[in-house]
Structure formats: C-alpha cells, structure tokens
C-alpha cells in the first residue's frame, strides 16, 4: 500500500509546491532582481517581499515600470495586500 501511495504523495507534494513558486525563485537571483523579474510579469510576492524587504519592493516597481503603459502608482496598487 506505501509503495503506492508514495508515488503519489511525491506529485501532490511537487505539484503544490509548483504552484506557489514564481518565476523569479532560485538562490542565485538577489531580492532586488526578483523584484524586477516579477514586476515585469507576475504580481507582488508578499513571501519574498517578507524575507527580502525593501530590496525586493524597489526592483518589483522597477520592472513593473519598465512594461509599456504602467505608471509608478499603477505599480505601486499592485503591491497592496
């Protein structure tokens, strides 16, 4: 019965940890460069904004800024909770 729930256990567990990762994860990105990869294309990440600070903030509206139409307080309204 374990070897066929474990299988499955794994893709939940993946899948639900997929889902919540934005495209600017990975250890090597500073804070301020996951903020403009996320401003440019995927909202405000309260967690990385919680363990990063103002670092990740400030590139958020940078690379939200740099999207054709965007202003800084259209930026900015997108970083409310």
Known sequence: MLIVLLPLLLL?????????VNASSG????CYERG???GEDHPF???T???CGDKYYQGFIE???SVEGN??????STTDA
């Open 71 to 76: 202003s800084r307080d259209v930026c900015e």
């Open 36 to 38: 403009i990869i996320d």
């Open 49 to 51: 904004y919680d363990n």
């Open 63 to 65: 690379g939200c800024m």
């Open 27 to 30: 250890d090597s990105v500073s």
């Open 12 to 20: 939940m567990s993946t899948t639900g940890t997929l889902t919540t």
């Open 45 to 47: 990440n309260q967690r």
